[in-house]
């Protein structure tokens, strides 16, 4: 092992313990977000204009309500929001805001409420709290059928565990494939396909723990990128490792620049154009008459949802690269143990091609449903498939030669030293969490943050 090689063992270990820490801070960051179970597309088809006529601004439309509850008049579907907490809503990414900046909120002097009072009673502030209860925010909506406008008060709440537990489940077990390939990388810097693999599980934690809550961090600009960079190359890159496992594929042999440069171009060029779209939106004139506001920041989000829409196509095409990839791995490859670890992805790969068309049909018949949600369980169905497969070719078939990199020895005193480590720290953070936090945490939250810190320590 040269030195060369051994070099490239810190950057990849930066690389991925950035990632790591991003995912962790992620799940603490949605399991302690204020939620008031309103749901929104990024781009209103609703808000009519063109090119020779502005964007108007009537509000954004209100897509879902899940969990619900208000004091006052109950929104629905279809409804338009105008204004959330004394601010007005000019697209969703206002709203999103609109949620983090009640992180940090307190109600103001002689808005509290006894139980089944009114706010309304209390002069109408933009926030108000229940005694020993639940803080509201103000919000003013019209309804879709009359056009009436209402002023109710919305409680905010944690987002649904569930959601946030289904995160959590996946983010656990796509970690035990990642440790893996942390291991096999450290101890092999100079195997190419353990490098791609390594690279390969680093991205899928980062796009699927960001694209399962896309609607929590679409405000915040510094965790968007990541998370959107990683869904953008993980495409690429996880053909890219396919391409050269088990072997490197025909064309691939004496012009790697070549192909690796067509490969990456389309990908380099979106994450180029993803990054300009962000830093256009996060830095969009606040100040400016409402419907030029509109009319700016609606260009922006329609140029962001096209490239989204768009991309999908490119992301499918690199996924139907890594199914004849295995294929042909299947068909040409005489080693035994290499022959069983495609075939098991291969398998994994052609019932997971039902869970991604769903997906895309979804994407293409129904917006609303896949942008809120409706492929979250399709999508962890596929990428569960895939981790059973890389479960199974690591556990039976030695996938990345694990035998050959840790021995039963040094599990042993790994796992000891990090259980107990690990036990004693995510007592002490918890009791120091349960003690800074509890008047600004729901119980649920608290709960769920407690599970995310102690897993946080363990690794």
């Known amino acids: 092992m040269d030195r060369q090689q051994l070099k490239v063992r810190w950057p990849l270990a930066t690389f991925g313990g ?4 991003y995912c962790v801070f992620l799940l603490a960051y949605v399991a302690t977000a204020p939620d008031a179970r309103l749901r929104f597309l990024l781009v209103d088809s609703r808000l009519e204009g063109s090119v020779d006529r502005p964007f108007r601004w009537e509000g954004i439309v209100i897509q879902r309500t899940p969990g619900l509850r208000q004091i006052g008049p109950k929104p629905t579907a279809g409804d338009r929001l105008k204004e959330v907490g004394g601010q007005k809503v000019v697209t969703a990414l206002d709203y999103y805001r609109a949620m983090q900046s009640l992180r940090s909120a307190t109600p103001p002097p002689g808005s509290q409420f006894f139980a089944g009072g009114d706010p309304l009673e209390l002069g109408s502030p933009p926030l108000a709290q229940e005694q020993n209860g639940l803080l509201y925010v103000r919000a003013r909506f019209s309804h879709s059928g009359t056009g009436v406008e209402h002023t109710t008060y919305l409680a905010v709440q944690s987002v649904p565990v569930e959601d946030v537990g289904l995160t959590l489940a996946w983010f656990i077990l796509q970690l035990a494939i990642f440790s893996v390939a942390a291991l096999a990388v450290w101890s092999r810097p100079f195997d190419r396909p353990a490098r791609l693999f390594y690279v390969m599980c680093v991205f899928t934690m980062g796009a699927f723990v960001g694209g399962f809550h896309w609607w929590v961090i679409a405000g915040h600009l510094w965790l968007t990128l990541p998370f959107a960079t990683c869904a953008v190359l993980l495409p690429v890159v996880s053909l890219h490792f396919f391409v050269m496992y088990p072997r490197p594929k025909p064309f691939a042999e004496g012009r790697s620049r070549f192909w690796i440069a067509a490969m990456y171009a389309i990908p380099a060029a979106a994450v180029v154009g993803l990054f300009i779209t962000q830093l256009a939106l996060a830095w969009e004139p606040v100040g400016q008459v409402l419907d030029l506001r509109a009319n700016y920041s609606m260009q922006w989000l329609g140029v962001l949802t096209t490239g989204i829409y768009s991309y999908m196509g490119i992301a499918a095409f690199y ?14 490859t005489r080693n035994a143990i290499e022959h069983n670890q495609v075939r098991s992805i291969l398998g994994a790969g052609l019932v997971a091609t039902g869970f991604i068309g769903y997906t895309l049909l979804l994407a293409m018949t129904s917006r609303a449903s896949f942008a809120l949600g409706g492929a979250t369980i399709p999508m962890f169905i596929a990428s569960l498939l895939f981790m059973l497969a ?12 694990l035998d050959q990199v840790v021995s039963r020895g040094m599990w042993y005193y790994v796992l000891s030293y990090s259980v107990s480590i690990g036990f004693a720290l995510a007592v002490a953070s918890a009791a120091l969490i349960a003690t800074t936090w509890k008047a600004q945490l729901l119980p649920t939250q608290l709960s769920v943050l407690v599970v995310v810190v102690m897993m946080a320590v363990g690794m």
């Open 319 to 332: 996924f139907s690269g890594i199914i004849v990839s295995l294929v042909y791995s299947v068909l040409t």
């Open 390 to 401: 890389y479960a199974i070719g690591i556990g039976r078939y030695k996938l990345m030669l």
């Open 18 to 21: 950035c990632i790591l820490a």
